[in-house]
């Protein structure tokens, strides 16, 4: 399994937490703000970091925090308006019993399925 994080632009930039940052206007600004964020969410994913004009996030319905599962075979099996991994053990459980065809385990010790992965990302 590959999980991938895309960053995308700020959802609340200058708002409350996060007033003190301020919306990227360059890409080079952005990656280094997604880098930022990474080190200090100890997130160690692959992260993709989507251009300025959001296109990743528009071909998938533009919303700040949705999040996919994807099977081998590029279709869309699972989609949540709002990220939560909390139940992605279940599915991912399922996913890999349909394709073994043989009852799989999911290992899932962490709320953040992310943080068990190594980082790649620019």
Not at 32 to 58: F, P, Q, Y
Not at 72 to 98: C, D, F, T
């Amino acid at each position: 399994m590959t999980f991938i994080i895309i960053y995308q632009r700020e959802a609340h930039a200058g708002q409350r937490a996060n007033r003190d940052i301020e919306q990227p206007r360059t890409q080079l600004e952005r990656k280094i703000l997604a880098r930022k964020a990474c080190d200090e969410l100890g997130i160690a994913t692959t992260v993709v970091i989507d251009n300025m004009m959001d296109s990743v996030r528009r071909a998938y319905g533009s919303l700040y925090n949705q999040a996919y599962i994807i099977d081998r075979g590029g279709r869309i099996v699972h989609k949540e308006a709002w990220a939560w991994p909390l139940g992605w053990p279940v599915i991912l459980q399922g996913l890999l019993e349909e394709d073994l065809g043989e009852q799989a385990s999911v290992y899932s010790d962490s709320k953040r399925p992310w943080k068990k992965r190594s980082f790649s990302g620019s």
